[in-house]
């Protein structure tokens, strides 16, 4: 959605901070958000030059942060997670740890804004597979925002 000019959120928050989680907070910021990255772990699993450049560009870091829920009806409005605390956002990306994602999406309603990518839809399939996939869904996303037809799901 960032690189189709879609994009809309604002407040993100990406789950995970090892390489490709820094790669998706970077996106995001050239998108304009205001991202925070979570990991359940007490630090960063990456280059320590990574997490240096995020801190300078203002990305919070919240370690021991376990998601285990997300809050919105709608449209995500925030994130939980099991001390307790939540995190206003209206985007969540899921970047790795392991986490079953799927598992979480299975608790949450699935709507119209909610779009499953991916190896949370379809374990197991390689990267190229999953960018394909991601990429058909934001161009059927930016069809159904722009009211255009589209054949895509």
Known sequence: LVHTGTFTGTRAVVVGAEHVSYSAALTLLHAGCEVTMTTAGTRHDSYASFAWVMRARG??????ARVAAIRGRDRVEAIEFEDGTTL???TIVFTG????????????????????VGNVRLPGRRADQCAREALDIANAIRDRLEHRPTTNP
């Not at 990305?59 to 021991?64: D, F, P, Y």
């Not at 994602?101 to 804004?113: C, F, S, Y």
């Open 59 to 64: 990305v919070a870091l919240r370690t021991n």
């Open 88 to 90: 206003a956002c209206d």
């Open 97 to 116: 740890e392991w986490v079953a994602e799927d598992e979480l999406v299975r608790t949450a309603p699935i709507g119209p804004t909610v779009h499953l």
